[in-house]
C-alpha cells in the first residue's frame, strides 16, 4: 500500500511539473528537476489586482507558496454559478500596498484578466519546486 501513495504521488508531481512547464520555452531543456525549478523560480510572475479579484480563503498568507485555481464567474454566461476553471497557478506574493497578487501560471495574459476567483487548491507543490526559495518570493 506504502508503495502505491508513493507511486501516485510521483505521478500527480509529474503532472504539476510538465503543467507549469508551460511557462516556459518549449526549445528549453533541462538535465535535472532541480535546473527545472531553479529556471521556473527565475522567471517574472504575472501580476493580478487584488480589487479584481475574490480570494475563496480567509488567509492569504497561508495560500502564498501554494497552487491555486484561477475561475471565471459563469454566471454572466449561464444560469448557473459554478465557476469556470481556466488554469492554475503558484501564489509567489500578496503586496497589500500595491494591491497586487503574484502569480506563476501557464494561463496567457489575456485569458488572466478575465480571472474573477483565487481558489485554494488541495494540490500539493512536488517537492523539487518547494526546494526552490525564490519560487515563492
Known amino acids: 500500500m506504502e508503495n502505491l501513495r508513493k507511486e501516485a504521488r510521483m505521478m500527480q508531481d509529474t503532472r504539476i511539473i510538465a503543467y507549469f512547464r ?6 528549453m531543456n ?3 528537476q532541480k535546473e527545472f525549478a531553479e529556471t521556473l523560480a527565475s522567471i517574472p510572475s504575472n501580476e493580478i489586482p487584488l480589487s479584481n479579484v475574490e480570494v475563496k ?3 492569504h498568507q497561508v495560500l502564498t507558496g501554494s497552487i491555486v485555481g484561477l475561475g471565471v464567474s459563469c454566471s454572466a454566461l449561464t444560469e448557473t454559478s459554478t465557476p469556470w476553471c481556466v488554469g492554475l497557478g503558484i501564489v509567489r506574493a500578496f503586496d497589500y500596498v500595491k494591491g497586487q497578487l503574484f502569480l506563476l501560471t501557464p ?18 507543490i512536488p517537492a523539487c519546486l518547494q526546494q526552490v526559495q525564490h519560487l515563492n518570493a
Open 22 to 27: 508551460q511557462c516556459l520555452p518549449r526549445e
Open 30 to 32: 533541462f538535465s535535472s
Open 57 to 59: 480563503r480567509n488567509y
Open 107 to 124: 494561463v496567457p495574459p489575456n485569458a488572466l484578466q478575465n480571472v474573477q476567483l483565487i481558489m485554494q487548491s488541495t494540490i500539493e
